[in-house]
């Protein structure tokens, strides 16, 4: 019995993860298009207005969720009543953190000595409103396991916000095409989770039933915030010592690096956070699971990053224009720390989904006493220095993350490294590949043709060496997708 559900689980797991993979790899392809657009569009300093006008005003956005929609997965049991004052409670949350963006604005320009700001976060404070709205539907959908809807709600509110970027970028409106495509996004996929959902509240509220989901959910948002003080660390200390020009190349050069980890992560994440909470008895399966999570993380992230680490000198210039030189050396260096970054993703979603929300503290609280100070100490280096706190630092905290994470849920490193092993000597093999290319073709043809012949070709030798390796798998997931798994 315990087999046969594990084996609906597993389905249940690869169709979900197939349909936000289709969803979210279309819309992820759109949105690379457009921030290469918007940006040639768009100045650095641009880039730098929006990071100084997020740096507090991201942390209200993670304050509102409060870890609620976590709690309503994890659940063993839910009832409605529960459900709809989770509902009423996070809109207060929201509402409280909307209009705190008035103050907030301008201690932003006060700390970060950037008056334009002021209006910048105003205005912003308008998406809690609407990111409260969608906690209930968007988790009842992912606590059903609904991962197709989910991710068409995703992608139809990215893809209207791309249309607006791109509109109020090419009307000249500067750092408001960022802010504007924020607000749209928040709406449509709001609106968007509320109709596939096909939930509304009802009209009642009772503290006591949304304080049993904050006592899960506070430890989580703690950690968060801990997450928050050191991801931000790095714009804080930057934001005060540089130009905003300046500050935009380091803002653009991570939030590019970053790209593999903040999409496709949250993907399997979101998949799997569901799947970890139902197993959460069982230590054996949430191993395995995490082992083909940690696969699947491995085959997709590694060779973008490492893909962008040995193309960035072409890619920048190419893609974005010569004023986006400066950051080159840094996106690269970005691009390597998100290797590690990346397979340790998901270590901060099975800790809570087995029932432990406050190990994550733990490990935030190491992070964020040594990433704002290795921040600190590089900054007036300069721009090239400020990447070696995520590269050096951040690397050997996720390690450790990682082997703790191991050794908790009782899986041995040797079957960890067996899992990740095709990824890494894939990316191996095509990363020599790149280079052997660019030392050959370096005089018989411009950047540009380099950069697409390198990437195409540089593909195809990695899906050849995935399959040489990953052939079983790959068929079996194929056959899984296709509702034939046995």
């Given at each position: 019995?315990?087999?046969?559900?594990?084996?609906?689980?597993?389905y249940g797991i690869v169709k979900g993860v197939s349909w936000m993979a289709l969803f979210t790899?279309?819309?992820?392809?759109?949105?690379?298009?457009?921030?290469?657009?918007?940006?040639?569009?768009?100045?650095?300093?641009?880039?730098?207005?929006?990071?100084?006008?997020?740096?507090?005003?991201?942390?209200?956005?993670?304050?509102?969720?409060?870890?609620?929609?976590?709690?309503?997965?994890?659940?063993?049991?839910?009832?409605?009543?529960?459900?709809?004052?989770?509902?009423?409670?996070?809109?207060?949350?929201?509402?409280?953190?909307?209009?705190?963006?008035?103050?907030?604005?301008?201690?932003?320009?006060?700390?970060?000595?950037?008056?334009?700001?002021?209006?910048?976060?105003?205005?912003?404070?308008?998406?809690?409103?609407?990111?409260?709205?969608?906690?209930?539907?968007?988790?009842?959908?992912?606590?059903?396991?609904?991962?197709?809807?989910?991710?068409?709600?995703?992608?139809?509110?990215?893809?209207?916000?791309?249309?607006?970027?791109?509109?109020?970028?090419?009307?000249?409106?500067?750092?408001?095409?960022?802010?504007?495509?924020?607000?749209?996004?928040?709406?449509?996929?709001?609106?968007?989770?509320?109709?596939?959902?096909?939930?509304?509240?009802?009209?009642?509220?009772?503290?006591?039933?949304?304080?049993?989901?904050?006592?899960?959910?506070?430890?989580?948002?703690?950690?968060?915030?801990?997450?928050?003080?050191?991801?931000?660390?790095?714009?804080?200390?930057?934001?005060?010592?540089?130009?905003?020009?300046?500050?935009?190349?380091?803002?653009?050069?991570?939030?590019?690096?970053?790209?593999?980890?903040?999409?496709?992560?949250?993907?399997?994440?979101?998949?799997?956070?569901?799947?970890?909470?139902?197993?959460?008895?069982?230590?054996?399966?949430?191993?395995?699971?995490?082992?083909?999570?940690?696969?699947?993380?491995?085959?997709?992230?590694?060779?973008?990053?490492?893909?962008?680490?040995?193309?960035?000198?072409?890619?920048?210039?190419?893609?974005?224009?010569?004023?986006?030189?400066?950051?080159?050396?840094?996106?690269?260096?970005?691009?390597?720390?998100?290797?590690?970054?990346?397979?340790?993703?998901?270590?901060?979603?099975?800790?809570?989904?087995?029932?432990?929300?406050?190990?994550?503290?733990?490990?935030?609280?190491?992070?964020?006493?040594?990433?704002?100070?290795?921040?600190?100490?590089?900054?007036?280096?300069?721009?090239?220095?400020?990447?070696?706190?995520?590269?050096?630092?951040?690397?050997?905290?996720?390690?450790?993350?990682?082997?703790?994470?191991?050794?908790?849920?009782?899986?041995?490193?040797?079957?960890?490294?067996?899992?990740?092993?095709?990824?890494?000597?894939?990316?191996?093999?095509?990363?020599?590949?790149?280079?052997?290319?660019?030392?050959?073709?370096?005089?018989?043809?411009?950047?540009?043709?380099?950069?697409?012949?390198?990437?195409?070709?540089?593909?195809?030798?990695?899906?050849?060496?995935?399959?040489?390796?990953?052939?079983?798998?790959?068929?079996?997931?194929?056959?899984?997708?296709?509702?034939?798994?046995?």
């Open positions: 019995m315990a087999e046969d559900k594990n084996q609906g689980l597993n790899y279309t819309t992820q392809a759109l949105s690379w298009v457009v921030t290469i657009f918007v940006a040639r569009v768009l100045s650095p300093r641009d880039y730098g207005l929006m990071g100084l006008a997020t740096i507090f005003i991201g942390y209200a956005d993670m304050l509102a969720d409060l870890g609620l929609g976590q709690a309503i997965i994890q659940k063993k049991e839910i009832i409605k009543e529960e459900i709809s004052s989770v509902f009423w409670f996070s809109m207060g949350i929201g509402i409280i953190i909307a209009l705190g963006c008035l103050p907030l604005s301008f201690l932003t320009a006060y700390v970060m000595h950037e008056p334009k700001v002021i209006p910048i976060v105003q205005v912003i404070g308008f998406v809690f409103l609407f990111s409260s709205m969608r906690i209930v539907p968007s988790s009842l959908l992912k606590r059903k396991l609904d991962f197709k809807n989910a991710a068409i709600c995703e992608s139809i509110g990215t893809v209207f916000s791309l249309v607006v970027v791109i509109t109020a970028a090419l009307l000249g409106a500067g750092v408001w095409a960022l802010v504007f495509s924020q607000i749209s996004r928040a709406i449509v996929s709001a609106m968007a989770y509320f109709f596939m959902s096909r939930w509304l509240p009802q009209f009642t509220f009772n503290f006591a039933n949304a304080k049993a989901f904050l006592n899960f959910g506070i430890p989580l948002t703690l950690g968060r915030t801990l997450s928050y003080i050191q991801a931000k660390s790095g714009t804080f200390f930057a934001g005060r010592a540089w130009m905003s020009a300046t500050l935009g190349l380091y803002s653009l050069a991570k939030e590019l690096a970053q790209i593999p980890t903040d999409r496709i992560t949250p993907l399997i994440n979101n998949v799997c956070f569901p799947a970890f909470s139902k197993l959460q008895d069982d230590i054996k399966g949430i191993g395995l699971l995490y082992l083909r999570a940690s696969k699947i993380t491995s085959l997709l992230v590694v060779p973008i990053c490492l893909g962008g680490a040995c193309l960035g000198d072409l890619l920048i210039p190419v893609m974005l224009g010569a004023k986006w030189e400066p950051m080159i050396f840094i996106f690269q260096l970005f691009c390597i720390s998100e290797i590690a970054n990346g397979l340790n993703a998901i270590n901060g979603f099975i800790h809570p989904a087995a029932g432990y929300p406050k190990r994550n503290l733990f490990y935030q609280a190491i992070c964020v006493l040594a990433m704002p100070i290795s921040f600190a100490l590089v900054v007036p280096y300069g721009l090239n220095a400020i990447a070696y706190p995520a590269l050096v630092t951040g690397t050997v905290l996720s390690l450790g993350w990682i082997f703790y994470t191991l050794y908790t849920f009782k899986i041995r490193i040797a079957d960890y490294a067996g899992h990740l092993k095709s990824a890494i000597i894939s990316c191996a093999v095509m990363a020599l590949w790149i280079l052997l290319f660019r030392l050959v073709s370096a005089d018989h043809f411009t950047k540009l043709q380099i950069l697409i012949i390198a990437t195409v070709t540089a593909s195809m030798v990695y899906g050849a060496c995935v399959w040489f390796f990953e052939r079983e798998f790959i068929l079996k997931v194929m056959s899984m997708v296709r509702g034939r798994a046995e």
